[in-house]
């Protein structure tokens, strides 16, 4: 333990963001950093605890408890306190091949299990986390290291996202050459092309790829497998194969008027402007721009959060965004959320506190249910038909179930809508071709643990697997799906 007090003596602390109304003018990260006095005695506040649950990586009511990776966060607080930065970064890179990407983007389930949360305020592991690697890159401490010896087995990963980008790193370090296939004109999947570069700027993914080609990992992008290479000419040249393909069938909605101009899917907006911004700084106008329009986000999660954030740096004229849930408590519900699960409360996200700044109010609208869509005489959507919604328990079937409120009807002007309901599983062309098992939510079947599907040399990891997840995941799935190729094609494995 760092200090045996530092839990009561320090109170938690954030680095500042840049001011809301400043960085909507521009796509850089919006994060800044706190000084390594300010990051020792966060590191202090760590009570080292006899069972560490910030590291479990468990999934308890729904929702993940932990770090997926067990990074060993007690271990470098402790060496941050004590000023041992080079340590700190090579105990991070024992779990985490990509703390550059978690530092920024995960949802920090650690801290949401952290036992001083019990009492206080948690420790900021994610701040820390991120200021490790940072510091490692800065310091010239992160340099490539490539395999001494090649085992002479040849690997193909299908997708360069944090899956399939973790697999192909430890496959390497094992001395297998491995080659990555892209159908994306740029590596990184959906740290790429799925979020956007105010949370992750895209100079942070291309350094990784630039390190990882440097110890010998191949990339292949602007190449889909199924179409521009089959599926069985991959097992046949390979000595095994690894499905890092993602969750990227994304979910519709059967709402009438979905057919009108203006209504698009989520993915679809989002990654035209990260293009358009990576291709030309947004001047060939490839995009789907919100510039003046009334803009309505159907789905609370993440990837709606990031469509806010998106239009308001177009400079829409007014942004909302639709939730089916009802608005989360100010603070943790003891007897139905409690420790260590990750707190269900009401937090403003990023994009939520910018468009707050510039428009004077959350944007999100709870329990709200999106009736129809209307349109005016050129097809063109113009506005939502919704109602209020309330979550019951079905006196039949015992489940729960949304149950509308009459005379809570509403109608919304909208010139752009974006649909961000989540997806429904990876896309079939590969999985057809091999004749692959799926499971009942149409993922890969592959078992946990063994990550081996029904076609022999061919294994699947990522939420080509699990569903749709965190970054954190894919980076674990990846990791272990590695350690089962590895013991595959040579009997046994060392990787951790």
Not at 99 to 105: A, I, K, L, Y
Not at 132 to 155: A, L, N, S
Not at 444 to 473: E, I, P
Request: glycine content about 10%; some cysteine.
């Amino acid at each position: 333990m760092s200090t045996p007090t530092g839990f009561m003596e320090y109170q938690r602390e954030l680095p500042a963001d840049r001011d809301p109304l400043e960085r909507i003018k521009d796509w850089e990260e919006f994060h800044k950093h706190l000084s390594d006095d300010q990051l020792k005695t966060q590191g202090a506040r760590c009570m080292d605890c006899g069972t560490p649950y910030c590291h479990t990586g468990m999934e308890l009511a729904g929702s993940v408890s932990g770090c997926p990776v067990n990074n060993l966060i007690p271990e470098w607080n402790n060496l941050i306190y004590r000023g041992l930065w080079r340590e700190a970064l090579e105990r991070l890179h024992k779990t985490n091949n990509f703390p550059e990407f978690t530092g920024r983007v995960c949802p920090a389930p650690c801290e949401g299990s952290c036992t001083v949360g019990l009492i206080g305020d948690a420790v900021t592991i994610k701040t820390i986390e991120q200021a490790i690697i940072d510091r490692g890159f800065d310091e010239g401490w992160v340099v490539p290291q490539p395999p001494k010896v090649r085992t002479g087995k040849r690997v193909a990963v299908v997708g360069s996202g944090p899956a399939g980008m973790a697999t192909a790193a430890q496959l390497n370090k094992a001395g297998h050459t491995v080659t990555v296939y892209e159908r994306a004109d740029r590596i990184g999947g959906l740290l790429t092309y799925g979020i956007p570069t105010m949370k992750l700027d895209k100079g942070v993914v291309q350094r990784r790829v630039d390190l990882m080609e440097a110890e010998g990992v191949e990339f292949i992008t602007n190449t889909e497998i199924g179409k521009d290479v089959t599926a069985q000419q991959l097992v046949e040249d390979f000595d095994a194969v690894v499905l890092c393909g993602g969750s990227t069938k994304a979910r519709e909605v059967e709402i009438e008027g979905r057919e009108l101009n203006g209504i698009h899917l989520a993915m679809d907006y989002l990654n035209g402007t990260i293009k358009s911004y990576l291709d030309s700084g947004l001047a060939d106008g490839n995009y789907i721009s919100a510039k003046d329009k009334d803009v309505i986000v159907i789905g609370g999660g993440d990837t709606g959060t990031d469509c806010v954030a998106t239009a308001l740096r177009h400079g829409c004229k007014s942004v909302t965004q639709f939730g089916t849930v009802g608005k989360a408590p100010l603070v943790r519900d003891a007897v139905n959320n409690p420790w260590p699960q990750f707190p269900n409360v009401y937090t403003l996200d990023y994009a939520q506190e910018e468009a707050k700044a510039l428009f004077g109010a959350d944007p999100r609208a709870f329990s709200v249910l999106t009736k129809k869509f209307v349109g005016d005489e050129h097809g063109n959507v113009k506005e939502l038909h919704t109602v209020q919604i309330e979550r019951i328990v079905d006196p039949e079937t015992g489940r729960k179930i949304y149950k509308e409120i009459p005379g809570t009807e509403k109608v919304w002007p909208a010139d752009l809508v974006m649909i961000a309901v989540g997806f429904e599983g990876p896309e079939n062309t590969i999985i057809n071709q091999l004749g692959l098992d799926q499971d009942r939510r149409t993922n890969v079947k592959a078992d946990y643990g063994k990550y081996t599907t029904n076609v022999d040399k061919v294994f699947a990891a990522g939420d080509m697997r699990r569903g749709q997840s965190l970054v954190v995941w894919a980076i674990n799935e990846g990791r272990e799906a590695a350690r089962e190729v590895d013991k595959y094609l040579m009997g046994s494995t060392m990787l951790p």
